[in-house]
Structure formats: structure tokens, C-alpha cells
């Protein structure tokens, strides 16, 4: 088996992580990130536990079938009324610590 490393322009796609960091197409970002496939952008959260609803608000605005919440070096999961207004417009939530999240 021969492996290739992918090249997808215009994606945004995991390219590393580690201890306080991610790396989306090569550049490393230490703050929180929202990843889409068309941009990076940040998100202005600085603690798992201060989380609101309003925090999500503008995830909707993206329109994902599917939000996979990295969670830090642990998996948690957000209390169900943060993913209560994601749900109920159709979208999935799954939490994963963040080097899953990544390899997803």
C-alpha cells in the first residue's frame, strides 16, 4: 500500500495537533477554532465550563449537517441545553476530546 499525502484545495483539513493547539492546512492555531470546509475561524471561548448557548449561535448561521466538538484532552460533553439549539434544527452534535476530533 502506498500512501499519499492529500492536497485538497480549498478545504480546510487537519494537519496537526498537540498539547493547546491544532494545525489546519499547516498553520497552527492555539486559540479555539470553528473549521469548516471553506474557512477557520475564531471562536471566542476560553473555558469548557463557561460555555452558554449563545456560544452555538452562530455555528447554525453554517448550515453543518454535523458539528464535531473537540473537547480538549479529554472527551466531554457540553450540558444538553447547549446542543439543545443545535438539535433542533436538524444538526448533529458530537463531542470528542480533540486529537479524535482531528483525526475524524
Known amino acids: ?5 492529500t492536497h485538497a484545495a480549498g478545504l480546510q483539513l487537519f494537519s496537526g495537533y498537540g498539547a493547546g493547539y491544532v494545525a489546519v492546512n499547516s498553520v497552527r ?3 479555539c477554532v470553528v473549521v469548516s470546509p471553506q474557512a477557520v475561524t475564531e471562536w471566542a471561548v476560553t ?4 460555555l452558554t448557548r449563545t456560544d452555538f449561535g452562530f455555528i447554525v448561521e453554517l ?15 457540553p450540558c444538553h441545553e447547549l446542543a439543545k439549539g443545535l438539535a433542533a434544527t436538524g444538526v448533529g452534535v458530537e463531542g470528542m476530546g480533540t486529537r479524535a476530533g482531528c483525526r475524524t
Open 1 to 5: 500500500m502506498k500512501l499519499h499525502l
Open 29 to 31: 492555531h492555539e486559540k
Open 47 to 50: 473555558d469548557f465550563e463557561a
Open 63 to 77: 448550515t453543518p449537517e454535523i458539528v464535531i466538538f473537540g473537547t480538549g484532552a479529554r472527551q466531554r460533553f
